[in-house]
């Protein structure tokens, strides 16, 4: 299946990177790196920057004597929110309530139990989305003449991205679960670029930040944890009932995507 799907991504890169060089240009090239990414928003402080790779080709076009239009197209794999820290909090009485208060020691909804609804369980579970993004940027580079003799430029621009695929894979308690439901994640991501670009003669090495601007909700560990037990009495012992999830409060996890990009251009 990782061979098939590794087959199919290399022959739409090169099926839609072909236009690119047909274009009437000042210079072509391929371009590959690495990129660390991580979630902004509601899971930053449980996200880890985390390791993918981009590859891809691009060209470049004068547009004056100081600015140049480079469209690119990339194939890039991101991992986010990777080893997220989690709650999962549990309606202990059933009543369908999350909220009653833990520290004020009444008995809340008077059924003979104090204060027993809060966070029950704090669960670091290790393992990342997987994403496959077709990108599209639209990059303006400043040619600059003053700056270490030309070498440095200055990118900036949009990339309109696409969602090809992904997964959600992480561990708990011995256990292995799965998620490929994307269904929070939008089809079509839109980021803003900038970032520096070295010449060192037909090669440019890129440092790009790239800020996603639309906000995407993923699936917790908790949420796919509960989704993907066949018997909840399995995972949290026998005396929860098959009905256990109706009980049960995930974690929100949404917010948007960012990634520090390092590229190689290799001029053709």
């Given at each position: 299946m990782k061979i098939s799907r590794t087959v199919l991504f290399t022959t739409l890169i090169v099926s839609l990177c072909s236009p690119l060089f047909a274009i009437d240009i000042d210079q072509k090239g391929i371009k590959l790196g690495l990129n660390y990414t991580r979630l902004l928003g509601n899971a930053a402080e449980h996200s880890d920057f985390t390791p993918g790779f981009s590859v891809?080709?691009?060209?470049?076009k004068k547009v004056n004597h100081w600015l140049v239009i480079q469209p690119e197209l990339l194939l890039s794999s991101k991992l986010v929110y990777r080893n997220g820290k989690e709650r999962l909090s549990l309606d202990n009485d059933a009543d369908g309530s999350f909220d009653e208060d833990e520290y004020d020691l009444i008995d809340?909804?008077?059924?003979?139990l104090i204060d027993e609804d809060r966070s029950e369980l704090?669960?670091?579970a290790n393992g990342h989305y997987k994403l496959y993004f077709l990108e599209i940027p639209i990059l303006f580079k400043t040619?600059?003449?003053n700056i270490s003799s030309g070498k440095m430029n200055f990118i900036f621009g949009p990339s309109f991205n696409i969602l090809l695929s992904g997964e959600y894979k992480f561990t708990?308690?011995?256990y292995k679960f799965q998620s490929n439901d994307l269904s929070g994640i939008s089809i079509f991501n839109l980021e803003v670029i900038c970032g520096i670009e070295y010449?060192?003669?037909k090669y440019k090495i890129e440092l790009?930040?790239?800020?996603?601007?639309?906000?995407?909700?993923?699936k917790s560990a908790g949420e796919v944890m509960m989704e993907s037990l066949e018997s909840y009495e399995e995972f949290f012992g026998p005396s929860v009932?098959?009905?256990?999830?109706?009980?049960?409060?995930?974690?929100?996890?949404?917010?948007?995507?960012m990634s520090v990009t390092l590229l190689i251009n290799i001029f053709l």
């Amino acid at each position: 299946m990782k061979i098939s799907r590794t087959v199919l991504f290399t022959t739409l890169i090169v099926s839609l990177c072909s236009p690119l060089f047909a274009i009437d240009i000042d210079q072509k090239g391929i371009k590959l790196g690495l990129n660390y990414t991580r979630l902004l928003g509601n899971a930053a402080e449980h996200s880890d920057f985390t390791p993918g790779f981009s590859v891809g080709a691009f060209v470049n076009k004068k547009v004056n004597h100081w600015l140049v239009i480079q469209p690119e197209l990339l194939l890039s794999s991101k991992l986010v929110y990777r080893n997220g820290k989690e709650r999962l909090s549990l309606d202990n009485d059933a009543d369908g309530s999350f909220d009653e208060d833990e520290y004020d020691l009444i008995d809340n909804d008077g059924d003979g139990l104090i204060d027993e609804d809060r966070s029950e369980l704090t669960f670091k579970a290790n393992g990342h989305y997987k994403l496959y993004f077709l990108e599209i940027p639209i990059l303006f580079k400043t040619i600059t003449h003053n700056i270490s003799s030309g070498k440095m430029n200055f990118i900036f621009g949009p990339s309109f991205n696409i969602l090809l695929s992904g997964e959600y894979k992480f561990t708990q308690g011995g256990y292995k679960f799965q998620s490929n439901d994307l269904s929070g994640i939008s089809i079509f991501n839109l980021e803003v670029i900038c970032g520096i670009e070295y010449n060192i003669g037909k090669y440019k090495i890129e440092l790009r930040l790239n800020q996603g601007v639309i906000e995407n909700n993923y699936k917790s560990a908790g949420e796919v944890m509960m989704e993907s037990l066949e018997s909840y009495e399995e995972f949290f012992g026998p005396s929860v009932g098959e009905d256990y999830s109706d009980y049960c409060k995930f974690q929100k996890v949404s917010g948007y995507n960012m990634s520090v990009t390092l590229l190689i251009n290799i001029f053709l």
